[in-house]
């Protein structure tokens, strides 16, 4: 089973690394359910990770809803082709209309930007979809558009009360796109998601500093790393002795 661990630093992506993730999302500001991360940022944490694992920059503008105006389309963007143009592997991504369905024409455009750097970028739609009228059907559409993954809890505040509607989701898929379980998600929700016919997981493992001070903030947690790592492998283990 693979996992994707969000991280906010070059730390974060160094202990990702170490403790056997397969890919990060890196982004800024988790707090605000992140947010694009800078060249800078970016070109540090692939020197931590040294090819050890798989780069997703988050591509998000701002914070709040995902109904974006031409601009900030534009934005997201130039945004990813910088990042693309730097080695990353993917970008993540997702805009939604105000009635609720995918942006169709804002994700095209963003997909064909992104293709045309890299012809073999992954292509995540992110969360927003936890937003949307409907996450099965949007499924279809995320496959037409040309999305490598989809993102989401099922719907649900978080992966672990949204397993039947992920199971529904990746039953739709069919292979066709990897559903790919994340929102609040636990260690100990890893393995009903492989059970539920799922591939990947993805976690913020995070841990608050100075915790209800002015000056809190989050890195990434070694421990509940090594213990995502280890369930998804034992998981793996498992289902493959079953066969």
């Known amino acids: 089973m693979k996992l994707e661990i969000a991280v906010v630093s070059a730390q974060g992506a160094a202990i990702a690394a170490e403790e056997g993730a397969d890919r990060i999302e890196l982004c800024t500001s ?61 970008v993540v991504f997702g805009a939604l209309l105000p009635s609720g369905g995918i942006d169709c024409e804002a994700s095209r455009r963003f997909v064909e930007s992104a293709l045309a750097v890299n012809p073999d970028a992954q292509l995540t739609f992110h969360r927003a979809i936890d937003s949307s009228t409907s996450g ?9 558009l040309g ?6 809890s099922g ?12 199971a529904a989701m990746n039953d739709r898929a069919a292979g066709r796109i990897e559903v790919m379980a994340g929102g609040g998600l636990r260690v100990a929700d890893i393995a009903s998601m492989g059970r539920a016919g799922l591939s ?17 903030y989050m890195v990434t947690n070694r421990e509940i790393v090594r213990k995502a790592r ?10 493959t002795a079953a066969l």
């Open 200 to 216: 990947a997981v993805h976690l913020s493992a995070k841990e608050m500093v100075n915790d209800g001070d002015p000056d809190t």
């Open 230 to 239: 280890e369930t998804a492998n034992a998981f793996s283990t498992c289902a």
């Open 136 to 144: 099965v059907v949007a499924v279809e559409k995320l496959i037409s």
């Open 155 to 166: 719907g649900a505040p978080t992966a672990g009360d949204g397993l039947f509607a992920l």
């Open 30 to 90: 988790l707090e605000l359910g992140g947010l694009t991360p800078s060249l800078g940022l970016l070109e540090i944490s692939a020197e931590c990770v040294a090819d050890r694992l798989e780069i997703h920059p988050l591509v998000r503008c701002r914070p709040g809803d995902f109904v974006y105006s031409t601009l900030e389309v534009e934005t997201m963007i130039r945004d990813a082709t910088d990042l693309l143009k730097r080695g990353v592997n993917g």
């Open 147 to 152: 999305f490598t993954r989809v993102l989401s």
